[in-house]
């Protein structure tokens, strides 16, 4: 994920170093988490609109869609059952968010990226070997716990930490990218599967997700521990301060072996192990709380994981067969990973704010286009003629690259870099915790909601991309090129937050 891009720093900033082979290959693997994740995501999508598939778990839907010619388009794949094979991960993953965040607190980010792998590999076992809708909805929990431990709590705190504070953004969209890339593999491996003769395609395409989680766990038992994490959990400075001069390549780190010190010093007078939940409901901490509850709130209601979740669906609600719906589903894949690509290297140029409007105003627009296509030229009964499909499709792909690089990666940089590190475990739990439920909310009732709403989701959708570029605009401050440990300046300096976060 970590790549040696040219990024001036700016001038009279403590932390010494360079991006070395070791950070490099540490965040790469600590980042397969997000292939785990995007892999989930991808091939969910694809599975669910394979005709054995739905024949085996969802034989109500296969008559649907193969018998019964009265009903809705926007209607063909509403069932509570199939989309609580998607949302159930969710579920799981929100109750285990809080688990991770007091083993990740205590015993550090390493023992938490191990446990995620551990028990993704259980949830790919049950699913490639499913017999009955339970034992896969099981299968689906076990993964939920695997990217609550792992993917979501530990491995973008362990990508923040190891990295430089002038490169923090282009490592830490390595997660975004990497879920890119899990995704796009997904979709290429559900274009192959769907063709296997036998009816087990689908089998191959679940059983698949052990790859990543495989190099994921065995990989985490070589990764080096964060420095921040080393002195937060054991006190030990000397082994902190071997593995800041290994991963900077510099001699020098005492500056900022200093700045962790004194952050960890300022936790220990502030809070004890057990009150950190209290503690970031204190007024100093608000700012960092606001934002931890609406970036992942706003990222889910960009209406992303529509397309991530039930694009082969979608594609074939507009008329498209199974091989060319799940064939557009790899080409959203490679524009969202491209995007988020572009977005590591530009991220800590640009700034987070710049790239969240931009990517704001290009989801709006391309929703709206999307919206009003469907509303006028797709009726209950029919398809859109060919034209009209792929247009849809090219604005779903502008569409994806907008979050890509705005919206998509920044959505767990920014929770990730504003708290201080009294706070920095709880916070990136919470965070997680409402991106589950969310994604849960979302991912439930999406196939209802397009049922009653028809073309009005995306108009539904929009609305709310307007309103979080809006509360972007006007209340999230700064943040590249600020060191994790001065990271409170930017709240104390903002013409909002200033007045609650310095008022006594």
């Given at each position: ?12 900033q ?35 609109s ?17 018998e ?14 199939l989309?609580?094979f ?41 699913g ?7 034992m ?18 530990a ?11 002038r ?29 296997i ?19 994921l ?5 070589f ?8 002195i ?16 900077r ?13 004194k ?8 809070t ?10 204190k ?51 490679i ?8 977005s590591?290297?530009?991220?800590d ?34 398809g ?13 792909c ?5 979050f890509?690089?705005s ?8 929770p ?18 409402v ?8 991912a ?8 009653h709403?028809k ?11 307007v ?38």
């Open positions: 994920m970590a790549v040696g891009l040219a990024i001036t720093c700016q001038s009279g403590k932390n010494n170093g360079r991006i070395t082979l070791y950070v490099v290959l540490s965040c790469m693997m600590a980042a397969m988490g997000g292939v785990i994740f995007g892999y989930d995501i991808g091939i969910t999508g694809g599975v669910t394979m005709e054995p598939f739905l024949n085996k778990f969802f034989h109500n839907i296969y008559l649907k869609m193969k019964d010619v009265t009903v809705s388009n926007y209607c063909l794949f509403d069932s509570q059952l989309t609580s998607t949302s159930s991960l969710y579920v799981a993953g929100f109750f285990t968010s809080f688990l991770a965040s007091y083993v990740t607190s205590v015993f550090g980010r390493k023992p938490s990226i191990i446990a995620g792998g551990t028990a993704f590999l259980a949830g790919t076992a049950l490639g070997a499913a017999f009955n809708v339970y896969l909805i099981v299968g689906r929990l076990m993964l939920g716990v695997g990217v609550g431990f792992a993917n979501q709590v491995v973008p705190l362990y990508l923040s930490e190891m990295a430089l504070p490169f923090r953004g282009a490592i830490n969209n390595g997660f975004q990218l990497s879920i890119g890339i899990g995704a796009l593999s997904a979709n290429l491996i559900n274009y192959g599967t769907e063709k003769k036998g009816s087990y395609g689908w089998r191959v395409s679940l059983a698949m997700a052990a790859v990543p989680a495989s190099f766990t065995l990989g985490a038992l990764l080096p521990e964060t420095p921040n994490s080393l937060q959990t054991s006190q030990d400075h000397q082994k902190a301060k071997r593995i800041l001069q290994r991963i390549g510099v001699e020098d780190v005492q500056s900022e072996l200093d700045d962790l010190t952050a960890n010093s300022s936790t220990s007078t502030k004890s192990p057990q009150q950190p939940f209290k503690l970031i409901l007024r100093r901490y608000r700012p960092q709380l606001v934002t931890a509850i609406a970036i992942p709130f706003f990222q889910q209601v960009t209406g992303i994981n529509v397309i991530a979740f039930y694009a082969p669906l979608l594609f074939r609600t507009i008329g498209l067969g199974e091989s060319a719906s799940l064939l557009s589903s790899v080409m959203t894949g524009t969202g990973t491209c995007s988020t690509f572009i590591m290297l530009v991220v140029k640009l700034g987070r704010r710049t790239l969240f409007i931009v990517g704001g105003i290009q989801m709006f627009v391309s929703q709206c286009i999307v919206g009003g296509i469907m509303a006028f030229h797709l009726k209950d009964h029919g859109l003629t060919k034209g009209y499909a792929y247009m849809v499709l090219v604005m779903i502008i569409y994806v690259a907008g890509g690089w919206w998509g990666p920044l959505g767990w940089l920014v990730s870099e504003i708290f201080p590190l009294e706070i920095r475990s709880v916070g990136q739990s919470i965070t997680v915790a991106s589950f439920v969310f994604t849960f909310v979302v439930q009732s999406f196939l209802s909601m397009l049922c709403f073309s009005g989701i995306f108009f539904f959708f929009g609305g709310w991309v309103v979080m570029t809006v509360f972007v605009y006007f209340f999230l401050p700064e943040t590249k090129n600020v060191p994790l440990e001065q990271m409170e300046k930017v709240w104390q300096e903002h013409w909002f937050w200033k007045r609650i976060v310095c008022e006594k």
